[in-house]
């Protein structure tokens, strides 16, 4: 995970993309938020969840992550990329770069040709997660 998003980071530093990681659960403290920026070292801003993205966007995992378009639309809602297929749960490689495919196609100016995947994680405190997929 982290080294996609830190390849990411580097691969579109020129582009008008901002990364921002924010942390959803009501207990995630500061010390947690900086012990992670200490053992990822990503350049993003991580912070707490304290403006209501999460429960506006309708995120139910952590992680899940969101591609917006310069209008505040999704574009993107999912995994990472396919390396984990069920929490603690991963393939020998990574196939598939659903972020990184998302963002590439954005920037070229193309609809994103998969918008949605689901994301693998464990669910965000308080949400209620269906039964069904959406």
Known sequence: MTYDLRTMELEFADAPVAFVGLFPNPSTRAEQIAEFDAV?????SLQP??????????????????VLDARDSVVYRGRI????????RRKN?????DLHEALSELMAGVPVS???TDAVGCPIE???I???KD
């Not at 990822?40 to 993003?44: A, C, E, I």
């Not at 490689?93 to 770069?97: A, G, L, M, Q």
């Open 114 to 116: 998969v918008p949605r």
């Open 130 to 132: 269906p039964l069904t």
């Open 126 to 128: 308080g949400i209620k």
């Open 40 to 44: 990822y070292g990503l350049s993003m």
């Open 81 to 88: 990329n396919d390396r984990y297929f069920a929490p603690g």
């Open 93 to 97: 490689r990574t196939r598939r770069r």
């Open 49 to 66: 969840d304290t403006s209501g993205w999460a429960e506006r966007l309708g995120a139910l995992w952590t992680p899940e992550v969101f």
